[in-house]
């Protein structure tokens, strides 16, 4: 088979810049990659250089005959996690979803003080939620739709003179609700942007 290089895909930000975004649960979803989110969906602005990274880990055992030889290899479990890097420490989406909803109150400015914001570093688990990773390259378009995801782990905090206080976290997915999602923790939805030539 020759190589061709349309076949790549390189990510980058859609123009907009919109990458990252998280909704409650039950909210309407995406069934491509170029339709336009549900409101609710909120933007979490700028990520890290380093991009989404979408890990699958599939655990797997041999099942052993007698003598020793390997009868069967079966697999024992599956999961799926994103880790993406939030760069907008003051975005109210990166706020709620790294600390949950109910821990963040925000005031809005007055003509004497500027937007306050409360922040309550708890114990409480982070909620289930959905979420919208977009990426392009050129025409091309990429999304994954996470119908049930968590974040289960926020990277540790740099407040520190030569870079920006970024967020680190990784969403923990699971089997969604909706028949026509078949079962996937992760949804990937693509475009190649190419269009069929017209019929005469």
Do not use: W
Request: aromatic content about 8%; glycine content about 8%; overall charge negative.
């Amino acid at each position: 088979m020759a190589v061709n290089v349309n076949n790549a895909f390189v990510g980058t930000p859609p123009i907009d810049g919109g990458v990252f975004f998280r909704a409650p649960q039950g909210t309407d979803l995406p069934t491509d990659s170029l339709e336009a989110l549900d409101p609710a969906f909120a933007d979490h602005g700028a990520v890290g250089e380093n991009g989404v990274t979408v890990a699958q880990t599939r655990d797997n055992t041999d099942i052993k005959m007698y003598g020793g030889k390997t009868f069967l290899n079966v697999q024992t479990s599956y999961d799926e996690q994103v880790t993406i890097t939030l760069l907008e420490d003051d975005n109210e989406a990166v706020l709620r979803t790294a600390f949950g909803d109910a821990n963040v109150e925000i005031t809005p400015a007055t003509t004497t003080a500027g937007t306050k914001k409360v922040i309550y570093h708890t114990a409480d688990p982070l909620p289930i939620s959905s979420f919208v990773i977009d990426s392009i390259s050129g025409s091309k378009t990429k999304r994954y739709v996470i119908e049930n995801g968590q974040v289960v782990n926020v990277a540790e905090i740099v407040d520190v003179h030569n870079n920006v206080t970024s967020r680190t976290i990784t969403v923990k997915t699971y089997a969604p609700n909706s028949l026509e999602l078949r079962g996937g923790n992760v949804v990937e939805y693509r475009d190649d942007g190419r269009f069929a030539p017209a019929t005469p």
